[in-house]
């Protein structure tokens, strides 16, 4: 079966240092890959996604990057953070396949608060 | 994507059915509807999905009206572990795109 692994789960960070989130994802091969926020009290939104090794699509401008070296490893970025990128970080996965209705499954997200 | 309409919160005693409404009423012919649920502090779990038809798996039941403005998420039997805020998510089949998350529907099941 299916996993997805995130970490770290809570992270705490000064304004303007680095960050780096990852994912990976086990039991499938060559997955769509994706980087919501979901920002306190509000829904998620979707930061990128990827279709493959090296393509990122990003959906929003803004302070974060993200890459994907390997086919089931997906890294969420920033070099400098600021008080607004605090939230809730998710990655998820859906097949890649002809039937594109395929669902997205979410890992157990990344608590970041900026301080 | 179509927009969706979802009551703000709903009760249900355990051990009976939750049947929670979804309004999609702009849905387009390719829109697939979607259920995910979100337990306090987790990531949304998938539910089940449709296109038109009825749907069943071990986790719920979905039912779309003919006209597909609208459908219901059942859960037959619930029970506290069931407590969370349920969405309903209307989507455009194509790859990789996203899913809009709105407010949802927190169901609290109570002994």
């Known amino acids: 079966s299916q996993t997805i692994h995130q970490w770290p789960a809570t992270l705490v960070q000064p304004v303007g240092s680095p960050l780096s989130l990852e994912c990976t994802v086990e039991?499938?091969?060559?997955?769509?890959l994706y980087w919501y926020r979901q920002a306190a009290g509000r829904g998620l939104q979707l930061l990128f996604y990827?279709?493959?090794?090296?393509?990122i699509s990003s959906e929003v401008p803004q302070n974060l990057s993200a890459s994907r070296p390997q086919d089931r490893q997906f890294i969420l970025s920033s070099k400098k953070l600021l008080l607004s990128d605090s939230g809730f970080y998710l990655c998820a996965w859906s097949v890649l396949s002809g039937l594109s209705n395929q669902p997205q499954h979410f890992g157990d997200g990344t608590r970041l608060s900026i301080l | 994507d179509a927009k969706t309409t979802q009551p703000t919160s709903m009760d249900c005693a355990e051990g009976r059915a939750a049947n929670l409404p979804c309004n999609h009423s702009t849905i387009s012919g390719n829109e697939y509807v979607y259920w995910y649920r979100q337990i306090h502090s987790q990531g949304p779990q998938y539910i089940i999905h449709g296109l038109k038809n009825n749907e069943t798996n071990e986790m719920a039941s979905l039912i779309i009206t003919e006209d597909r403005k609208s459908s219901t998420l059942i859960l037959p039997h619930a029970t506290l572990r069931d407590t969370a805020v349920y969405y309903c998510i209307v989507r455009v089949a194509g790859t990789a795109s996203k899913l809009t998350f709105g407010t949802g529907t927190r169901l609290q099941v109570t002994l």
């Open positions: 039991g499938t091969s060559n997955p769509n």
């Open positions: 990827s279709v493959g090794i090296g393509q």
